[in-house]
């Protein structure tokens, strides 16, 4: 059995992609959901891309431009979740998942990984940026 998104899941999914979901119920623990829930049904590239449009078009909705909007932080969050999900039995939704991999609800577990200088750089947010700490487990390079 392959790691599965519940129904709710998929509803918060599409929910996020009307534009459905208030910027302020989308706390780090909704953006490792919305990325849970692409890698169940996608491999990473594409996971990552539909993530990143998903992102994009949030932040245009919203009418505040894409400021706020960081590729490397996208990209290092998607290969995360995945690595968890790699490393974990299949689960059937994303609450038995971020139970089983509590350690994810940190949000600054990337600073593991990335200065803070890189990773909130302009760069960072225009590009994939490879750590400069220590690579993340099973991100292909």
Same mark, same amino acid.
């Given at each position: !059995?392959?790691?599965?998104?519940? #129904? ?6 599409? #929910? ?6 208030? =910027? ?22 594409? #996971?990552?891309?539909? !993530? ?14 894409? &400021?706020?909007?960081?590729?490397? !932080?996208?990209?290092?969050? $998607? +290969? ?14 994303? #609450? +038995?998942? $971020?139970?089983?991999? =509590?350690?994810?609800? +940190?949000?600054? $577990? ?5 200065? &803070?200088?890189?990773?909130?750089? +302009?760069?960072?947010? &225009? ?15």
């Amino acid at each position: !059995m392959q790691h599965q998104a519940s #129904a709710e899941d998929e509803a918060f999914r599409r #929910a996020f992609e009307a534009f459905a979901v208030l =910027p302020d119920d989308f706390s780090h623990e909704a953006h490792l959901r919305l990325a849970y829930v692409y890698l169940c049904r996608d491999d990473r590239d594409l #996971a990552a891309w539909r !993530m990143k449009s998903a992102l994009l078009a949030f932040l245009d909705h919203l009418g505040g431009g894409r &400021a706020k909007y960081n590729e490397t !932080m996208t990209g290092a969050w $998607i +290969d995360a979740v995945a690595h968890f999900m790699d490393r974990t039995p299949a689960c059937a939704c994303f #609450a +038995d998942f $971020i139970a089983k991999n =509590p350690v994810l609800r +940190d949000s600054n $577990i990337l600073l593991t990984h990335y200065s &803070a200088e890189r990773l909130f750089s +302009d760069r960072a947010r &225009a590009e994939y940026l490879e750590p400069d700490i220590q690579p993340i487990p099973g991100r292909k390079q």
